[in-house]
């Protein structure tokens, strides 16, 4: 009878609660053994299109200490452990996208989304932080040790400081070496420490004469004791080149704190470049750091990966991954053009560091960098800094120039530490260059716009029976683009010189590099100026053909204005646009205009304060207005043939391309590369930023910003966008694997688009491209775009 009842009772239970106990538990590999293997067929062609992406890794193992060294101990190239390891890609469908900087103070982030409001959250969230940066970025690493052995090799004076070079060892049988010099300033101490790598001897230097013990360890290219750890512990931990030395500086920090005349809450860390990252790392596991700067890091470092993808222009993990293959874990090759499902960031590693001493540096036009992701990265670190109570612990500092510093750079370096170990009260003044944000633009410019006014509209809208009737259409249409770029302000058109002579000119300067007729080159350049007639103030380059004597080859030249991607600290400057597009089509015999759009290279600066200036307009109006400006100027150039301006670009260039052709009849075509995702259906909720990359990250178009959650009611699209550029021919490169856009979307679209073409009876006048990529502009794009080029103009 009980055993009865005890059966009928487990039935109950397991018809009431069976589908929630079973929804708690991951089901195993073979549940479902159909599914699995089409999933484990994803995770392989993930790989494949990753290697088809990713160059091959750059070795030189004739030189021993070369920084383009073997993956690790164990493995030679990405390859050799992937075969070793079989390791496949994640299951990204299984993974939540954070298509922004991963939030620190959120638990289960993409899942439950559970704040953080407590310490003991915050402890949680900690140790889960550690725990994938070592899975995914630097590798695991050995506990401290606990045999740690010190040898003073040599001890002298120079002057009243004292210089020790020791030898530590430690690990296993004390296989584990670690060269340190110190430089002790006279007096009892306790002194204040500042740590840097062995080949940034000179910056210890300066700390010397400010009151610190300068010490430097072997963990550089120039000198690298810890490149043996990794075959000390091959199998036991993976750490990678970087994280070795970053933990040779923890272990410097052990060496320290057995010295009297060290002030053990006052020891400091900084390095440059790859140092930087490797000092970023080093405190963020090791809190003994209690102030850190990571110099012009780059990606790695102060760059987080999602603002170091393609469209940015920088470091992206594919070429940091194959030209050091050391020096980062290959799980983080899984993520190239994924980065949004990275669980982690850069801004993770500053998160570690607080409430201790971060201090973000780098320069404006130094080609690794990117100063809009760095801003970003401050601005989602400092929430933590604020958590913490500890908000004047963090600053962000850039300086003018390229990738050095000089000592001008090192004395502010040495300021911050003194500020955060209370030895002056000097604080840094955190400039900010990129501090658009859609809130405070809201309070300067007053503006409020209520989205339920408007229809919902579908982005298969267009229609028109005629041409006639399309025309009419067309006007609302550039109304509302109009109104979508805010008011521009009245203003006069730069008339520039008039025509210039066929010809061109005789001699024009590119800077310090001079081209002259007669000289045996394939392509030259000439400046292109206010005086030329380019619009408000600005400046731009036009290169063209040569023939065999050295001369404009040519008096009626087809123009491309080549617009460029998120490169924030190079604009135009682009390693694309100077080693292969210009190059290429000037090959053709095009000519190519090019130039730094407002907020990006030399024109970072003029964007800083422009909505305080302009609080009705956009920077996107304003990028369009200069678009048409390089048409005025080219217009003005007697060897320019006016019918053939064209328009191309990637990414954000495409974007200003297409309203630019759109809203200018003037442009005989135009190329977009990755430039777009319809807007009403790039909702959040599909793993993108949405229409907040235009309102919210960049300041593109403010207005966009009241239209987030109401995207189907947006007024304008790029199906009307693509509609008004008709009859005139249009490229679309679209990259299936692009984690910015909805390709099916952007199918739909030109498909509607093309209903105007077809009513012009010019339907193979837009072309849609869907390469099986991610969203970069890879070589093979980049041929579509000079066979296109080639076949209309």
């Known amino acids: 009878m009980k055993r009865s009842l005890f059966i009928c009772l487990s039935i109950l239970v397991i018809i009431l609660f069976g589908p929630l106990l079973l929804s708690s538990f991951d089901y ?3 549940f479902n053994e159909s599914a699995q293997d089409s999933i484990t067929e994803k995770r392989k062609a993930d790989l494949e299109l990753i290697l088809k992406v990713l160059p091959p890794d750059q070795l030189n193992e004739n030189s021993l200490f070369d920084d383009r060294g073997r993956i690790s101990f164990l493995d030679r190239t990405f390859t050799d452990w992937q075969e070793r390891t079989g390791e496949l890609p994640p299951d990204f469908d299984r993974m939540p996208s954070l298509p922004f900087l991963p939030d620190p103070l959120v638990l289960d982030e993409g899942g439950h989304n559970i704040p953080v409001e407590t310490k003991v959250q915050w402890q949680e969230k900690r140790e889960w932080l550690k725990e994938k940066l070592q899975h995914y970025i630097t590798g695991t690493f050995p506990p401290a040790p606990d045999n740690l052995k010190a040898r003073i090799i040599s001890e002298r004076m120079d002057g009243d400081v004292r210089l020790q070079l020791i030898e530590l060892a430690f690990g296993p049988e004390h296989q584990a070496k670690l060269t340190l010099e110190l430089m002790i300033p006279p007096g009892e101490g306790p002194f204040p420490v500042f740590l840097t790598q062995w080949n940034h001897r000179e910056w210890a230097q300066v700390a010397v004469r400010r009151g610190y013990i300068g010490c430097r360890y072997a963990g550089a290219d120039e000198k690298d004791d810890t490149e043996k750890y990794s075959e000390i512990w091959a199998g036991k931990y993976d750490f990678t080149r970087l994280m070795r030395r970053a933990w040779g500086a923890s272990r410097a920090i052990d060496y320290l704190y057995t010295l009297d005349a060290v002030d053990k809450k006052k020891i400091a860390l900084t390095g440059h470049s790859r140092n930087g990252k490797t000092s970023l790392m080093a405190a963020a596991f090791d809190e003994r750091i209690a102030a850190c700067i990571p110099s012009s890091g780059g990606s790695g470092a102060e760059v987080p990966w999602r603002y170091a993808s393609h469209k940015f222009d920088v470091e992206d993990i594919a070429l940091l991954a194959s030209a050091r293959p050391s020096w980062l874990h290959p799980r983080l090759r899984f993520f190239i053009g994924r980065e949004h499902k990275l669980p982690v960031d850069q801004n ?9 001493g971060l201090m973000l540096s780098s320069a404006f036009t130094e080609e690794a960098a990117n100063l809009w992701g760095i801003e970003q990265a401050y601005h989602a670190s400092r929430k933590v800094y604020d958590f913490l109570g500890a908000k004047n612990n963090i600053a962000i500092r850039t300086r003018h120039g390229e990738h050095s510093v000089s000592a001008r750079d090192m004395e502010d370096y040495i300021d911050f530490f003194d500020f955060v170990f209370n030895r002056t009260s000097h604080q840094p003044g955190n400039m900010l260059y990129t501090s658009y944000s859609f809130e405070d633009w809201m309070e300067h410019s007053g503006e409020k716009i209520n989205p339920l006014i408007y229809p919902e509209v579908t982005n298969a809208n267009i229609k028109a029976q005629s041409i006639n009737e399309w025309e009419s259409k067309k006007k609302e249409i550039l109304k509302q683009i109009s109104w979508a770029f805010g008011k521009e302000p009245p203003g006069v058109t730069n008339p520039g010189p008039g025509s210039l ?17 007669g000289d045996n080159k394939q392509m030259g350049v000439m400046a292109v100026s206010p005086y030329d007639g380019f619009a408000d103030q600005l400046f731009g380059y036009l290169y063209y053909p040569l023939d065999g004597n050295g001369k404009m080859k040519g008096n009626n030249l087809p123009v491309v204005i080549y617009l460029h991607e998120y490169d924030y600290s190079k604009g135009f400057n ?3 646009n100077v ?6 089509l000037t090959k053709q015999g095009f000519a190519v205009f090019t130039y730094d759009m407002l907020g990006f290279g030399n024109r970072i600066e003029e964007a800083t304060r422009f909505y305080e200036r302009y609080p009705h307009w956009s920077k996107m109006g304003k990028m369009v207005a200069d678009a048409s400006g390089a048409v005025d100027a080219l217009e003005n150039l007697g060897f320019i043939d006016n019918s053939r301006i064209i328009i191309a670009g990637y990414a954000l260039g495409a974007t200003v391309g297409l309203y630019t052709t759109a809203t200018d009849d003037r442009i005989a075509g135009v190329v977009s590369v990755a430039g777009f995702t319809p807007m009403r259906t790039n909702t959040l909720n599909r793993g993108t930023e949405g229409i907040m990359t235009y309102s919210h990250l960049h300041g593109l178009q403010p207005r966009l910003g009241f239209f987030v959650g109401n995207e189907v009611r947006i007024p304008v699209d790029f199906n009307e966008i693509l509609a008004c550029i008709a009859p005139r021919p249009v490229l679309i490169i679209a990259p299936q694997e692009d984690k ?16 105007i073409f077809d009513l012009y009876k010019v339907p193979k006048n837009i072309q849609l491209n869907t390469p099986y990529d991610i969203n970069r502009f890879s070589p093979e794009m980049r041929e579509t775009m000079y066979t296109w080029l080639s076949d209309y103009f």
Not at 348 to 356: D, E, G, K, Q, V
Not at 501 to 517: A, C, H, N, Q, W
């Open 579 to 584: 080693e292969s597009i210009l190059l290429s």
């Open 501 to 517: 002579d066929k010809g061109g000119r005789g001699e024009v300067s590119f800077g310090t590099f001079l081209i002259r007729p």
């Open 348 to 356: 993770s590693f500053m998160a570690l560091i607080a409430p201790r």
């Open 28 to 30: 195993p590999d073979n």
């Open 574 to 576: 682009s390693i694309h």
């Open 740 to 755: 910015d856009a909805h390709t099916e979307d952007i199918r739909n679209c030109v498909e509607n688009s093309s209903k």
